[in-house]
């Protein structure tokens, strides 16, 4: 429903939320294809107007519980999502041009303004709000307790689109364009399967052993800096080069690629489908490749 697909700083953009409610986010900063969202403070069941108190109010909340409450900011990438609405451009206050966040908030998506509606059921029904996000919990701990695959692209054609990654090249868009024109070639649903293959071969790089071979930055249970983001970011890079340095890898934990990450490769599918259908790509595969998730890599101690 956007009428505004070049991005600019100072845009407000109103985002669906539950209950039939809407939020707002403004855009701050830009850099490259990646965007620093303010959350405001906006909820209603009306889409706002650039004369709407609120959307220039940002949200103070709580990102950790019992941490001082402070101005939501976070990092977002890829295309602004279809369901987000134009509102309109505001200049950047004195305190937003000084904004800076080391959070990230994942690929741009129409929930990239979830936190007001936390928020806002926070204050106005906490009880119920609990209850809630306790059985999400529950349900997202089931999820997680039992990986299985989904249907998956043959081997043959999933490491035929890696190896057309342009290492010649120095852009990481200019590195992955010829494989997102091949796989957009595919079927939907076999740009689906191949999502789902992706996500396999991260997930099975997902043990604590090779989190300990990543570099500066590896895992050691002592240590505060290591960053589950960045270890994803490191095995993909490990899928990136190729179907010999993955099963190398995969059985040799100490071969893992050191001090190099290649985020740019979770992008492949959605880029993809996106060239094929002109739409958002939706897919939840069966095994995540987010750090932790394949349990029997990792500590039981650890992950308790």
Not at 12 to 25: D, H, Q, S, W
Not at 237 to 247: D, H, L, M, N
Not at 261 to 285: H, M, P, V, W
Request: aromatic share 12%; charged share 30%; glycine share 6%.
């Amino acid at each position: 429903m956007n009428s505004k697909r070049a991005v600019q700083v100072g845009d407000i953009f109103a985002t669906p939320l539950p209950m039939n409610k809407y939020g707002a986010v403004k855009v701050v900063n830009i850099i490259d294809r990646s965007y620093l969202l303010g959350i405001t403070s906006y909820i209603d069941k009306q889409i706002p107007t650039i004369d709407s108190e609120k959307i220039h109010q940002a949200l103070i909340t709580e990102l950790i519980i019992g941490d001082a409450k402070k101005p939501l900011y976070k990092w977002v990438d890829g295309r602004i999502p279809k369901e987000l609405i134009f509102i309109g451009n505001t200049s950047l206050t004195t305190e937003e041009q000084g904004i800076e966040s080391n959070i990230y908030g994942g690929n741009w998506s129409k929930d990239c303004a979830l936190s007001v509606y936390f928020e806002w059921r926070r204050q106005t029904d906490p009880e119920g709000f609990a209850l809630e996000i306790q059985k999400e919990d529950e349900a997202l701990a089931l999820k997680n307790s039992i990986s299985k695959p989904k249907k998956m692209l043959d081997e043959k054609n999933f490491w035929r689109v890696i190896s057309l990654l342009d290492w010649s090249k120095e852009d990481e868009e200019a590195i992955v364009e010829a494989a997102i024109k091949e796989l957009s070639t595919f079927t939907a649903w076999k740009i689906r399967h191949f999502e789902e293959t992706l996500s396999y071969k991260l997930f099975l790089l997902d043990t604590e052993e090779h989190a300990k071979e990543i570099g500066e930055y590896c895992f050691s249970q002592q240590d505060q800096h290591f960053s589950p983001d960045l270890f994803l970011y490191a095995r993909c890079a490990v899928v990136a080069r190729g179907k010999e340095v993955f099963e190398d890898v995969l059985s040799n934990p100490s071969k893992m690629l050191k001090d190099t990450e290649f985020e740019t490769l979770l992008s492949l599918s959605s880029e993809a489908y996106y060239l094929k259908k002109g739409k958002e790509f939706e897919y939840d595969s069966g095994c995540s490749y987010e750090t932790f998730s394949n349990r029997k890599g990792w500590s039981e101690g650890f992950l308790q």
